[in-house]
């Protein structure tokens, strides 16, 4: 049957042939015209609607059209041949899985909806006074795959801050977490707790029908990603800030802005900076661990906080998005080791160094990409704008001259270019101000903390690298969920792969076995 969008559409369109029959025999009803007029600029506002579950529902049924006739048409056509070095290989290039938010291209990277990160800096809406993309506007881009106007980025921020008080068994629960325990950990178990809020969950419970599923499933996303800034600001602050408030939020603020807030980050720059760094972590298709984690857990009909949650169990893992922890941990190792200024010479046997003791290089390398990932680059921009001069700055890119060359020396890794968190940890912990006198440095070891005078002091302050994946975390809600929203929308079914034992294996490909 017909949305009431469409049903909107075809009402106005009739009313609108009337009026202008109407105008044509009786020019003297002039104001028929202004009549026409309000219908042509009501018909474009609901054309443009900000609210974003109902410019969903229009979307919806369409896509399951056209995808229904594809599956028709071509549902038996088939797409590629796996090998046993596939299956052995982490399932490297096999095309198992439908994601619909992202695709990432092996030389050019990720494109969002069909937008590489370039063109989301220009199209997507700003900050008043920002140069930045709003998350927000990234959100509706994935979710919906059109490039909102501000009224709609904006509907979304408010929308956000409206959903995003915690329940108080959630907040005893962070509270009370030993401090030794990792923020990723404390991170995802608070969104496990706060599927007590489940608007899915309640609904499967009480038999709602498949096709109703994705509504409840978007309404637990939006809660969600509401929600995600003041658990990470709230992890933060017990951690790392002595347990203080985090405020309350700023319905006229953004986001970012109000997550930064939070965390007791004044900086302006610094708040750009989360903007940028919320938009680009978002997705990386869905075959990534965090995606792919999600994609599973949500195919069995678990809500949106436990497919969340998973996803963050894996992005925890050091090859996975605890890597961005793991490269401070690194660059701060070299340079304790190295000392600030360091030959290329020095730093190429450090490298070696690490791989000869059977590690990897943190921030290279990746599974997917083949060229330097574009989430470094955009990264690397910000930093030569506006902090051009910083020494951890300039020892990361002295980094991205060295560590490709060895990498390829080496000639094991299939790509030796950065990826994104080769960067992400240096610019949140640092920038120059020559008129900031003191601050804090505060080490690695979680709560330690160190205060330096100097006239030149390298100042965001964000030094605590275990919680940087916190952050990822936060902005890969944006991706994942906006996704789960689509996976239940088109009835995905139960993801149930076929694995097979090494013998299988052998018997299927007519080896001998030993
Ligand atoms: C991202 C990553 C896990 C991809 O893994 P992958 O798809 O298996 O990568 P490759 O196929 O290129 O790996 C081939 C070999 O090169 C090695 N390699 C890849 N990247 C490497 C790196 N940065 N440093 C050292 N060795 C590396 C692999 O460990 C593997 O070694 P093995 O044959 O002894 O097992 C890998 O590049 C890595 O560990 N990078 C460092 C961690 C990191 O930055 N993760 C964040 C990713 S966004």
């Given at each position: 049957?017909f949305?009431s969008?469409?049903v909107?559409?075809l009402v106005?369109?009739?009313?609108?042939?009337?009026?202008?029959v109407?105008?044509h025999?009786?020019?003297f009803l002039?104001?028929?015209?202004?009549a026409t007029?309000l219908?042509v600029?009501?018909?474009?506002?609901?054309?443009s609607?900000?609210n974003l579950?109902?410019?969903?529902?229009?979307?919806?049924?369409k896509e399951q059209?056209?995808i229904?006739?594809?599956?028709?048409?071509y549902?038996?056509?088939?797409?590629g041949?796996?090998?046993?070095?596939m299956v052995y290989?982490?399932?490297r290039?096999m095309?198992?899985?439908?994601?619909?938010?992202?695709?990432?291209?092996?030389?050019e990277?990720?494109?969002?909806r069909g937008?590489?990160?370039?063109?989301?800096q220009?199209?997507l809406?700003?900050a008043?006074g920002?140069?930045e993309p709003?998350?927000?506007g990234l959100?509706?881009?994935?979710i919906?795959?059109?490039?909102p106007?501000?009224?709609?980025v904006?509907w979304?921020s408010?929308?956000?801050?409206?959903?995003?008080a915690?329940p108080?068994?959630?907040v005893t629960?962070?509270?009370?977490?030993p401090?030794?325990?990792?923020p990723?950990?404390?991170?995802?178990?608070?969104?496990?707790?706060?599927?007590?809020?489940?608007?899915?969950?309640?609904?499967?419970?009480e038999?709602?029908h498949?096709?109703?599923?994705?509504?409840?499933v978007y309404?637990?996303s939006?809660d969600?990603i509401?929600k995600?800034p003041?658990i990470?600001?709230?992890i933060y602050?017990?951690?790392y800030?002595?347990?203080?408030s985090i405020?309350a939020?700023d319905?006229?603020?953004?986001?970012?802005?109000?997550?930064?807030?939070?965390?007791g980050?004044?900086e302006?720059q610094f708040t750009?900076?989360?903007?940028?760094?919320?938009?680009?972590h978002s997705d990386?298709?869905?075959?990534?661990v965090?995606a792919?984690?999600?994609?599973?857990?949500g195919?069995?009909?678990?809500d949106?906080y436990?497919?969340f949650s998973?996803a963050?169990?894996?992005?925890?893992?050091p090859?996975?998005?605890?890597?961005?922890q793991?490269?401070?941990?690194?660059?701060?190792a070299?340079q304790k080791?190295?000392?600030?200024?360091v030959?290329?010479?020095?730093?190429?046997?450090?490298?070696w160094?690490t791989?000869?003791?059977?590690?990897v290089?943190?921030?290279y390398?990746h599974?997917?990409?083949r060229?330097?990932?574009?989430?470094?680059?955009?990264?690397r921009e910000?930093?030569l704008?506006?902090l051009p001069?910083?020494?951890?700055?300039?020892l990361?890119a002295q980094?991205y001259?060295?560590v490709p060359?060895?990498?390829?020396?080496q000639?094991?890794?299939?790509?030796p270019?950065?990826?994104?968190?080769?960067?992400?940890?240096?610019?949140?912990q640092?920038r120059?101000h020559?008129?900031?006198?003191?601050?804090?440095l505060?080490?690695?070891?979680?709560?330690?903390?160190?205060?330096v005078f100097?006239?030149?002091?390298?100042y965001?302050?964000?030094?605590?690298?275990?919680?940087?994946?916190?952050?990822f975390g936060?902005?890969?809600?944006?991706?994942?969920?906006?996704?789960?929203?689509?996976?239940r929308a088109?009835?995905f079914p139960?993801e149930?792969p076929?694995?097979?034992?090494?013998?299988?294996l052998m018997?299927?490909?007519?080896?001998?076995?030993g």
């Amino acid at each position: 049957m017909f949305s009431s969008f469409e049903v909107f559409s075809l009402v106005s369109v009739y009313v609108l042939k009337f009026v202008v029959v109407l105008n044509h025999f009786f020019p003297f009803l002039s104001n028929f015209q202004n009549a026409t007029n309000l219908f042509v600029a009501a018909r474009n506002a609901s054309a443009s609607t900000t609210n974003l579950r109902d410019v969903l529902s229009d979307l919806i049924p369409k896509e399951q059209t056209r995808i229904k006739n594809f599956k028709q048409q071509y549902g038996k056509t088939n797409i590629g041949q796996i090998t046993v070095d596939m299956v052995y290989g982490g399932m490297r290039g096999m095309k198992g899985l439908v994601y619909e938010t992202s695709v990432l291209d092996p030389e050019e990277g990720i494109r969002f909806r069909g937008y590489s990160i370039p063109e989301c800096q220009k199209l997507l809406p700003k900050a008043p006074g920002g140069e930045e993309p709003l998350p927000e506007g990234l959100f509706w881009l994935l979710i919906t795959g059109q490039v909102p106007t501000e009224e709609q980025v904006n509907w979304v921020s408010k929308e956000w801050a409206k959903r995003a008080a915690l329940p108080s068994h959630v907040v005893t629960m962070l509270d009370n977490f030993p401090t030794n325990l990792h923020p990723m950990s404390q991170f995802s178990a608070a969104i496990t707790a706060l599927n007590s809020e489940s608007s899915f969950a309640r609904a499967y419970s009480e038999g709602v029908h498949k096709s109703k599923y994705w509504e409840f499933v978007y309404e637990d996303s939006m809660d969600l990603i509401a929600k995600l800034p003041c658990i990470a600001a709230k992890i933060y602050r017990n951690l790392y800030r002595e347990g203080s408030s985090i405020g309350a939020i700023d319905s006229n603020l953004d986001w970012s802005h109000n997550f930064t807030n939070m965390l007791g980050y004044s900086e302006p720059q610094f708040t750009e900076l989360m903007r940028l760094y919320l938009t680009i972590h978002s997705d990386h298709e869905g075959g990534n661990v965090s995606a792919h984690t999600s994609h599973l857990v949500g195919s069995a009909l678990s809500d949106p906080y436990l497919s969340f949650s998973a996803a963050m169990n894996g992005l925890a893992g050091p090859l996975h998005g605890l890597a961005n922890q793991e490269v401070l941990v690194w660059l701060t190792a070299l340079q304790k080791e190295l000392g600030g200024e360091v030959s290329d010479e020095r730093m190429r046997d450090y490298i070696w160094n690490t791989l000869k003791s059977g590690r990897v290089v943190p921030g290279y390398g990746h599974a997917v990409l083949r060229k330097t990932d574009p989430r470094y680059t955009c990264q690397r921009e910000f930093a030569l704008k506006h902090l051009p001069n910083d020494p951890m700055f300039k020892l990361v890119a002295q980094l991205y001259k060295i560590v490709p060359n060895v990498l390829l020396e080496q000639g094991k890794a299939k790509n030796p270019w950065p990826n994104v968190d080769a960067h992400s940890g240096v610019l949140l912990q640092v920038r120059c101000h020559s008129s900031l006198w003191s601050c804090h440095l505060r080490n690695h070891r979680w709560k330690a903390s160190l205060t330096v005078f100097s006239p030149c002091v390298q100042y965001y302050g964000m030094t605590e690298m275990n919680y940087y994946t916190v952050l990822f975390g936060v902005s890969r809600a944006l991706g994942v969920l906006a996704q789960l929203v689509w996976s239940r929308a088109l009835g995905f079914p139960l993801e149930r792969p076929k694995s097979m034992s090494t013998d299988g294996l052998m018997t299927l490909v007519g080896a001998k076995s030993g």
